[in-house]
């Protein structure tokens, strides 16, 4: 009922900057906390950054300072700015978008996730 389209990811070179967009679209009547995950083959998906229907925003230690997360709640989007971004980056970046659909029912999607490489 809710389908989340991810953008924006590619190779990088260590240092550089890339961003990530992510687009909800359904039947979607409230939106609360909107974050950006990755995940590395084998391990856990891990959270970079989220942020909150009141815009305040929290950060992995690891991003904090290089990563920017925010969030167009007219448009349902939630950016990811990675700037400095370096080889231990390189994940599978994916959204999460959690709200209330117009039947009042509750929603935690997931985008289809977006491959991040950094090299040189």
């Known amino acids: 009922q809710v389908q989340l389209v991810e953008s924006g990811g590619g190779l990088v070179q260590p240092g550089g900057s890339l961003k990530l967009s992510c687009a909800a679209s359904?039947?979607?009547?409230?939106?609360?906390?909107m974050g950006w995950y990755r995940q590395a083959p084998g391990k856990q998906r891990e959270l970079d950054a989220v942020?909150?229907?009141?815009?305040?925003?929290e950060y992995a230690d690891s991003v904090k300072g290089r990563f920017t997360i925010s969030r167009d709640s007219a448009k349902n989007t939630v950016l990811f700015q990675m700037n400095s971004v370096q080889p231990e980056d390189t994940d599978v970046y994916f959204c999460?978008?959690?709200?209330?659909?117009?039947?009042?029912?509750?929603?935690?999607?997931w985008g289809q996730g977006t491959q991040v490489d950094v090299s040189s």
């Open positions: 359904g039947r979607i009547s409230v939106v609360d906390a």
């Open positions: 999460n978008i959690k709200g209330q659909l117009t039947t009042g029912s509750c929603f935690d999607a």
């Open positions: 942020v909150a229907s009141d815009e305040s925003a």
